[in-house]
């Protein structure tokens, strides 16, 4: 019985952060891979209405057997988009960014639109020059697997994650352009809140220097290591234990999305790079003098991850420990809330 | 009955690899932290008559109320390993051997002995010059914890782990060095053999060279990374997700262990730690330069990665995967076969 009043009249997955219980509106979908493709799942789940495109007829034909609102004209789903207000969520990856811009100008000309990409400085300017800042707020879901595509979908893969939503253009909008921004703002931490993350405000460039900084350059150290370890030859990869491991894992993953993500965000990993880079040169000399030690970054780098230790794993469901900022859209001093938040690196809630 | 049967006839560990099955030989442990006291009790489990010392008076309390033979009179300890004919293990960390050699050239002047440390060249020159090479081999259990001490001991820390045994002083050696020096090798082979280990051969500093790269580095980048995404602050740590929780793992190691092994093998690392670097500053240059890419880097981080796991996690009970060469300690060209078997990173056993 329990059961069939959950399906008869759906709650929202995390109803504690949701502002509004039980609200949601449409999303519109554009783009079904691993991200769009388990919001969409997530969405549908919690009742939301919500429909969606994709390019491969195939996962249109699997998508709609499963019983999703999906189609392959991205015309005509983006004007059903216009003409039910929904919220466009572009899950589509970087390349094919600028036709979908193109086309939302065009076939969707009111509505407010979000994205899902790695990276966000690109992203804005890649708006800004199709002239769609007043309806854009930038949106990255910090969830994933190795795999991709909607055969790698899932439900809840965004339950705990943290969901950076871009505030660059809260200032400096028309009227028109304020309410909309303003609209699609709080859709957009709405709807991330209701597939259960934890949304963290930040502008562009500092999410682009901090992805760098933690998923980017992992990467690029892990890449350095294997091949490292590797030139060492079979007696080295014998030897080989849970340092190496760890240290090397992601290294696993597919080159062409290492290259992706790396060359999306060169400036800020640039940056990033040139930091570590200091370090383990500061390292080498100290290590080459006998006279020198290890102390100092040893030291530093064990308070550091201390540090990450400390704030890491907060589910939203299990941990009210990462603090959690209460922000009205649009109040006066609400943008410079969300620079507090930032700072902290703490999540918002909105009322 | 099957228990009682198991405890009143003990059988090694591992009898599939030992030469000799029910085979053992008296071993005295000179030093019970996290490797010796482990090897303690998994030797003591296995029938083997093992007896001990250690410096601190509450472990040699807490063992002996175990039931284990360990005494706190490290002269007395080694006269008794000469009188009964025990194969001494060194389990003293690095700081603690010139005074152990000491020891055991007065008082325990005619056994062989093993170490466990972590490095080889370094402790092969101690050994050097106390003149004990005639029957000293070089030991490293590629096992541990992050914990350590007595109270860190557990059984089974062996089973399935790499033990890398040197045989730099296979060669070379008087008629009487050549038969006591033979029969330590021996007796070192089938000690960690009875604990479940799969022995791998090596030189030295070779041994260093590989541990620099597969193990003392990840440290060393793992370090650097924690302290780089550190400085972008809260946000960074907020965003930090898996690539960078594995990335900087062995970062939570106490600063003086990582201080300890780097400083150990300051040749080995440099060179290790050059290699990573000119591999970096590429990667560097190449996310600078628009027109570069990655490619390179991110397809041969990823071939390495592939070659790791396709060799890594093999434990002895579950895999003949990795290649095992049977070699017989003293016969003619059985160095060469050790020197295969290095440059194949291969497991060995005796006959």
């Known amino acids: 019985m329990g059961s069939v009043n959950a399906i008869s009249k759906p709650t929202p997955v995390n109803p504690r952060l949701s502002s509004l219980p039980g609200e949601s509106f449409p999303v519109c979908i554009i783009g079904l891979g691993l991200i769009g493709g388990s919001l969409m799942r997530d969405l549908a789940a919690a009742g939301w209405p919500v429909f969606g495109w994709n390019r491969s007829a195939h996962t249109v034909k699997v998508a709609n057997r499963s019983g999703f609102d999906v189609s392959g004209d991205l015309d005509a789903t983006l004007r059903r988009a216009e003409a039910e207000k929904a919220l466009v969520v572009l899950g589509v990856p970087m390349p094919a960014l600028p036709r979908m811009l193109e086309a939302i100008a065009q076939h969707a000309p009111s509505v407010g639109f979000t994205d899902v990409t790695s990276v966000k400085a690109e992203v804005h300017e890649l708006v800004e020059q199709h002239g769609l800042t007043d309806r854009f707020v930038g949106g990255h879901p910090m969830a994933g697997t190795a795999n991709s595509g909607w055969d790698a979908t899932m439900s809840g893969l965004f339950d705990g994650a943290v969901w950076v939503i871009t505030y660059d253009n809260a200032k400096n909008r028309g009227q028109r352009g304020a309410r909309l921004w303003l609209d699609t703002w709080r859709r957009t931490v709405q709807m991330a809140e209701a597939v259960g993350a934890a949304v963290v405000p930040t502008v562009a460039r500092r999410h682009d220097s901090a992805v760098a900084r933690i998923s980017h350059l992992p990467h690029v150290l892990a890449e350095a290591l294997a091949v490292t370890g590797d030139m060492g030859g079979p007696l080295s990869l014998t030897l080989a234990a849970t340092s190496f491991r760890d240290g090397t894992r992601v290294a696993g993953t597919e080159p062409e999305l290492v290259r992706a993500m790396c060359e999306n965000n060169r400036e800020a990993l640039v940056k990033a790079l040139d930091e570590a880079l200091a370090l383990l040169q500061k390292a080498r000399e100290d290590i080459a003098s006998p006279g020198q030690d290890l102390h100092r970054l040893a030291t ?52």
Do not use: C, Y
């Not at 530093?300 to 201390?306: D, Q």
């Not at 649009?330 to 809630?349: F, R, Y």
């Open 300 to 351: 530093e780098g064990h308070a550091a991850r201390m540090r990450f230790e400390a704030r890491a794993g907060r589910k939203v469901k299990d941990a009210p420990r990462r603090p959690i900022i209460r922000v009205q859209p649009g109040a006066p001093g609400w943008t410079d809330q969300l620079s507090s938040a930032e700072s902290m690196g703490a999540q918002i809630g909105i009322f």
